[in-house]
């Protein structure tokens, strides 16, 4: 009986205790220092998880505001450099919002693996969160982003990256 109190009780708490528990800190502005910067990161990784989460068509105004911030956090980065490359980046023709979640990626892979500058790894990041994002928004369908889903699934996505990488 008590302890079917206690979960009552937990469970009437919950939602007043979730966002606060559970909420990560968003971008709120660019940092001045390579400490700042660095300090700034987790916020970072938030602003990237909320954009790949949140659909684009609700919350634009924050979503633009988060891209702004995001795309000033990576001008400015003493740390985080990614490399845009047309012969990637052939979905943003129809798709040229997934430019941003495909920045956000390669961001993350750089952050989560100690400032990486490897350019491959660092686009089939920024692919595959393109990928995620597209799989889980209602977006028009796109043979270009079809190609890239369906070249993951073979295990031939990287071979495509590094080919397309040679290019330049």
């Known amino acids: 009986m008590i302890k079917n109190l206690f979960f009552f009780v937990?469970?009437?708490?919950?939602?007043?205790t979730t966002p606060r528990c559970?909420?990560?800190e968003l971008l709120d502005g660019v940092p001045g220092t390579k400490e700042e910067f660095i300090?700034?990161?987790k916020k970072v990784l938030a602003t990237i998880g909320w954009l790949e989460t949140t659909p684009f068509s609700t919350e634009e105004?924050?979503?633009?505001k988060q891209n702004a911030l995001l795309i000033a956090w990576l001008t400015n980065s003493p740390t985080v450099t990614i490399e845009i490359n047309a012969d990637v980046l052939t979905f943003t023709k129809k798709h040229s919002e997934l430019l941003m979640t495909f920045m956000g990626g390669w961001t993350r892979y750089c952050l989560q693996n100690n400032y990486s500058k490897d350019a491959i790894q660092g686009s089939l990041a920024g692919i595959r969160?393109?990928?995620?994002?597209?799989?889980n928004q209602s977006l028009k369908k796109d043979k270009e982003v079809e190609k890239l889903i369906e070249l993951e699934g073979k295990g031939e996505l990287e071979n495509w990256v590094r080919e397309k990488m040679e290019k330049r």
């Open 22 to 24: 559970f909420a990560q």
């Open 10 to 16: 937990f469970l009437a708490l919950l939602p007043a």
């Open 39 to 41: 300090a700034s990161e």
């Open 61 to 64: 105004d924050k979503r633009t």
């Open 129 to 135: 969160s393109v990928i995620k994002v597209y799989k």
